[in-house]
């Protein structure tokens, strides 16, 4: 990974008191607890936003544009993601969260389920071909791109080469606004994604080809959902602008972007350490006759993500509701023998980044290993976390690598203590009167 990468996730020092909560449960053992507060390793990191959502004090917070970007463009157009629909209770009609955009200060709004049910269609196409390798895997969640790209190198071939929805949206509103504004220049016109979580800040601030994405800002859905809350309880009469249906709605949830497939061979996961047994499974051929894989970094989906506002669940249930009122679609792309066009397809294919090598030497590699397994095999393995690393391999990754001491394993260091302790003073044996 480019040390230049821009991560969307970074620490509050400040309110970081090394609790280790985040270390545990981060997925690709990224942080470590050091002069006691947690430090998270850059070239391991996804931005998958767990530590986030797990830290009891707060002190992960994601990196996003704030309102003002969009101060520098004469055109605005807000890109709000399909989970944006779940986070306000009894609505029944997107035209008003829409209208609500508009009224916040947008020039025009391209929903990104829209572009949602295009890729959904184009999918269908790309599973047709005799050349892929299957079972092909969902590109939409930033953050199962990457862990794919950093542990699983064998699964790189397997993974969509579609645009995710986010940047299709961007290309063909910024399509949409040429004709709209044809005297308006094609830099002044600004598109501004409302994400539900870190890692698509990521993916649009660390595009993966040289071309720039399309989106020149990403918000915060949670950031914006006051403001947006509050323009809505004045629209009446919305204009009907909305062009997306249940099956651009159902992205936002679990399942959605598999069951539009209209294909049984499928499987679809949620939360970040389900998505790595089911990666695990897929590598070892323990899981076949798939034609999809839909994975998604967070709990329920995208209406799960560290900044949406509204219980995952509860988002579920509410686009339950919205989706009885919508069509199935909106945007369909005709039936074809499998061909996608270039212009929605990835410019490159993801590739391996070795950031969890040891060595880019092999038998620099192999000897660094050997000690690793030496090392491993003297600790307790009870993985309390108080060495600062998460796991006891960890540490005995971190100590080869210089960066630990075997000392810092509390538990071995006690037992050494009490060990030599006892040599110099025996315990006296108890003694029992009669």
């Not at 290993?369 to 540490?395: Q, V």
């Amino acid at each position: 990974m480019s040390n230049s990468y821009r991560h969307s996730v970074t620490l509050k020092i400040e309110e970081c008191n090394g609790c280790t909560t985040c270390l545990k449960r981060c997925p690709t053992e990224a942080i470590r607890i050091r002069e006691g507060h947690a430090v998270i390793r850059a070239e391991r990191c996804i931005d998958c936003g767990e530590c986030i959502r797990v830290c009891p004090h707060k002190a992960k917070k994601a990196l996003y544009d704030p309102l003002s970007v969009m101060d520098g463009y004469d055109v605005r157009i807000a890109l709000p993601a399909p989970a944006l629909y779940g986070q306000f209770d009894r609505l029944d009609d997107p035209d008003i969260i829409l209208e609500g955009l508009l009224r916040m200060g947008f020039d025009g709004v391209f929903e990104v389920a829209r572009a949602a049910e295009l890729v959904s269609g184009y999918t269908r196409h790309y599973l047709r071909r005799k050349d892929i390798k299957k079972p092909v895997i969902s590109s939409a969640c930033p953050a199962v791109s990457r862990i794919i790209s950093v542990r699983f190198p064998s699964l790189c071939e397997n993974v969509l080469p579609l645009l995710p929805p986010v940047e299709m949206a961007a290309r063909l509103a910024k399509e949409e606004a040429r004709e709209k504004y044809p005297d308006v220049p094609a830099d002044r016109v600004g598109c501004f994604f409302i994400s539900p979580c870190p890692a698509k800040v990521s993916y649009v601030k660390n595009p993966e080809s040289e071309d720039r994405s399309a989106v020149d800002g990403v918000l915060s859905m949670s950031d914006i959902y006051f403001r947006l809350i509050s323009e809505m309880r004045e629209v009446t009469n919305p204009t009907v602008s909305s062009e997306t249906g249940l099956i651009g709605v159902s992205w936002a949830g679990t399942g959605g972007e598999s069951a539009a497939l209209f294909n049984d061979r499928y499987l679809a996961a949620d939360g970040i350490e389900n998505v790595i047994k089911v990666l695990d499974e897929i590598e070892n051929e323990h899981i076949s006759d798939l034609e999809f894989v839909e994975l998604n970094a967070c709990n329920g989906g995208c209406v799960g993500g560290a900044l949406t506002v509204e219980n995952p669940y509860i988002a579920k249930a509410r686009l339950q509701n919205l989706k009885r009122y919508l069509p199935v679609s909106r945007n369909l792309v005709e039936e074809g023998d499998g061909e996608v066009p270039d212009a929605f397809m990835c410019k490159e294919p993801l590739r391996y980044q070795p950031v969890m090598s040891l060595s880019a030497d092999k038998a620099e590699a192999m000897q660094k290993m050997l000690a690793i397994e030496k090392l491993d095999r003297e600790f307790p393995h009870m993985d309390c976390g108080s060495c600062g690393a998460p796991t006891c391999r960890a540490l005995a990754e971190d100590i080869v690598s210089g960066e630990a001491s075997p000392v810092d394993c509390i538990i071995k260091w006690r037992d050494e203590i009490k060990q030599a302790f006892s040599k110099v003073s025996p315990v006296p044996e108890a003694r029992h009167e009669d």
